[in-house]
């Protein structure tokens, strides 16, 4: 059963925290992604990569960073925490870029900044 | 460009049908649809890719109009499981094959 885990369901943490949201994925796939899910919003891209060590902005990085030094983790980093950045966090994964390829996504992370 | 998800909100009967649909702007290459339940992850239903095609599972079908850059999801007979937020995401013609996802249809089905 393929899986795409992350590593905390929920999380508090206080404004001006740095804060690392992991990810990982068991499918040896290439591409890894990070989305915010907001009320209303839907799902919103804010990083993804599509190698080790390769990373690539997305539609909301600001305020974020990634970092990937094995395939199978991809790391989401709040430098300094704010409580606009209270949000659900979705990770993803998928083999290669091909259109018609299946995305799978992790369980999610619902941060709260104080 | 996000694509327009229309309605935004849906309650049903069980047994009863519904269409959900997603709009674009830009020239599409491939639509996906995804169905979240509360607090769990988005699960992945199907993909259509450009050329008009039709896909089925059970009682939920799905349609791509190339021309009209739209699909339709169906929901036929309703069951209290098809609960959830459905999500299209598009992949537009030579893009980088990211998706874009729409915002999101809730659909409530009632005993």
């Known amino acids: 059963d393929v899986k795409v885990t992350q590593s905390s369901r929920y999380l508090v943490k206080r404004t001006g925290e740095k804060v690392f949201l992991e990810c990982v994925q068991d499918?040896?796939?290439?591409?890894m992604f990070w989305y915010r899910q907001d009320p209303g919003l839907g799902l919103r891209l804010i990083y993804f990569?599509?190698?080790?060590?390769?990373?690539e902005k997305g539609d909301i990085p600001e305020g974020y960073s990634v970092s990937r030094e094995k395939k199978e983790r991809f790391s989401l980093i709040l430098e300094s925490a704010s409580t606009n950045q209270t949000s659900m966090y979705l990770c993803a994964s998928k083999d290669g870029l091909a259109p018609n390829n299946e995305q799978f996504f992790g369980p999610g992370t619902r941060l709260t900044v104080l | 460009q996000q694509p327009v998800q229309s309605p935004q909100a849906v309650i049903l009967r069980e047994g009863e049908d519904a269409v959900i649909n997603c709009s674009s702007s830009?020239?599409?290459?491939?639509v996906h649809w995804y169905r979240q339940k509360h607090g769990e992850a988005p699960i992945f239903l199907m993909i259509?890719?450009?050329?008009?095609e039709q896909k089925g599972h059970d009682k939920i079908s799905a349609s791509f109009n190339e021309k009209k850059q739209q699909s339709s999801l169906y929901l036929t007979a309703s069951q209290l499981s098809y609960s959830g937020t459905y999500f299209c995401?598009?992949?537009?013609?030579?893009?980088?094959?990211?998706?874009?996802f729409g915002k999101g249809t809730k659909l409530s089905v009632k005993p």
């Open positions: 499918m040896d796939h290439e591409n």
């Open positions: 995401g598009t992949v537009g013609e030579g893009s980088q094959g990211n998706l874009i």
């Open positions: 259509l890719l450009k050329g008009g």
């Open positions: 990569s599509y190698d080790v060590k390769m990373k």
């Open positions: 830009k020239a599409l290459y491939s």
